[in-house]
C-alpha cells in the first residue's frame, strides 16, 4: 500500500510570502502529526492531529503557523510572513492508533530566500 | 539541557564491523524507544520499537533500553555499506491525548566503508 506522501518535494518562496504545504496520509490512520527538521538536527514537534481535531499544537513555533485537517485524512500545513528562519524539511507522519508506530513522509523542503 | 541526548558523529566503521548508536535521555516520564533509519533527502524510516527496559532483536540489529540508567543503544551487526545513514532515536511518554509527541535526538551520522 501506500506510504505517505507530501507535497511539493520542494518549495522556494521568499520572505514575507504565504506557503501550504500538503500531508496524504496512510489510509485509514487516524493520527497525524508534524514535524519539523532543520539541517543535522533532529525532526522537531509541531502538531497532532486525531481525526479532524487539533490534540496537541504546543509544538507550533508562534501564530504564522497554523495546521488544518479538515475530513479526518489530508493536512495541510499553513506558514504566513513566511521568515528565513523557517527554512526547514516538513514532516508529515502518520499511526493507525495512538500507540501505534509513527511512519513518515518524504518531507518538504522549504527555503525562503 | 535538552531532553535526548545523542552523539552526532560523524561515525566511520570498515564494513563487517558491529556499530554501537547510543542515547541518553532526562525525562523519566519516556515509555516508548525506537531508532530510526534516515537516507540524504528522505523521511525517516522505522528500525526498531520498544516498549519499557529491555533488549529486542530484528535480523542484525538489536536494541537495548536500560529505563534506570535512561539509557537506549542500537547496535548492528556484520555492518553493510547500504547501512550508511543517519540513525535518529526517539522517545514517546503517554499523554492524556493517548499518544504524544516524539522526542528526537540529533542523529548520528553513520558510513560504513567497503
Known amino acids: 500500500g501506500a506510504g505517505v506522501s507530501q507535497t511539493p518535494s520542494n518549495k522556494v518562496t521568499e520572505k514575507g510570502k504565504y506557503v501550504e504545504l500538503r500531508c496524504d496520509p496512510i489510509?485509514?490512520?487516524?493520527?497525524l502529526y508534524w514535524y519539523r527538521q532543520s539541517l543535522g538536527q533532529g525532526p522537531e514537534f509541531l502538531i497532532y492531529?486525531?481525526?479532524?481535531?487539533?490534540?496537541?499544537d504546543s509544538g507550533l513555533p508562534n501564530d504564522r503557523f497554523f495546521a488544518v485537517r479538515p475530513e479526518g485524512s489530508v493536512s495541510t500545513l499553513k506558514i504566513q510572513r513566511t521568515e528565513r528562519g523557517d527554512s526547514a524539511v516538513y514532516l508529515c507522519?502518520?499511526?493507525?492508533?495512538?500507540?501505534?508506530?509513527?511512519?513518515f513522509g518524504p518531507g518538504t523542503r522549504l527555503t525562503v530566500l | 539541557q535538552k531532553e535526548v541526548e545523542q552523539d552526532p558523529g560523524p561515525l566511520s566503521v570498515p564494513e563487517g564491523a558491529i556499530v554501537s548508536l547510543n542515547c541518553t535521555y532526562s525525562?523519566?516520564?519516556?515509555?516508548?524507544f525506537m531508532w530510526y533509519r534516515q537516507y540524504s533527502r528522505k523521511g525517516p524510516e522505522l528500525l526498531m520499537y520498544?516498549?519499557?527496559?529491555g533488549n529486542k532483536e530484528d535480523g542484525r540489529f538489536t536494541a537495548q533500553v536500560d529505563k534506570s540508567s535512561k539509557y537506549i543503544s542500537l547496535f548492528i551487526r556484520d555492518s553493510q555499506p547500504s547501512d550508511s545513514a543517519t540513525y535518529l532515536c526517539?522517545?514517546?511518554?503517554?499523554?492524556?491525548?493517548?499518544?504524544?509527541?516524539?522526542?528526537f535526538g540529533t542523529g548520528t551520522r553513520l558510513t560504513i566503508i567497503p
Open positions: 507522519a502518520s499511526s493507525q492508533d495512538p500507540t501505534d508506530t509513527q511512519y
Open positions: 489510509s485509514g490512520h487516524t493520527a
Open positions: 492531529f486525531q481525526g479532524t481535531g487539533a490534540a496537541d
Open positions: 525525562n523519566s516520564a519516556f515509555q516508548y
Open positions: 520498544t516498549y519499557s527496559s
Open positions: 526517539a522517545m514517546m511518554g503517554i499523554s492524556n491525548f493517548g499518544n504524544e509527541k516524539l522526542t
